[in-house]
């Protein structure tokens, strides 16, 4: 799959994507936070610490990531 370039936190719980082929587009992940893992969102300042990680995740601590891959299919369809 294609590299992730780019990642950053946008208001509401949305993710902004960039990769590396130049797709690229908002994510909405508002219905995750609170919920297991996710309960670490309530804190903004967290939500918006995310970054890629060393091996093309999408993730705010190595607890918490989600797969590029995954993320790259539902904005091609």
Do not use: Q
């Amino acid at each position: 799959m294609v590299k992730v370039a780019e990642v950053r936190a946008l208001p509401g719980y949305k993710i902004w994507m960039g990769y590396e082929d130049r797709v690229k587009g908002e994510v909405d992940l508002s219905e995750y936070v609170g919920k297991g893992v996710f309960s670490t969102w309530n804190d903004p300042a967290f939500f918006e610490s995310v970054y890629v990680s060393p091996h093309g995740s999408i993730a705010w601590s190595i607890d918490i990531e989600l797969c590029a891959d995954s993320i790259y299919l539902a904005l091609t369809r």
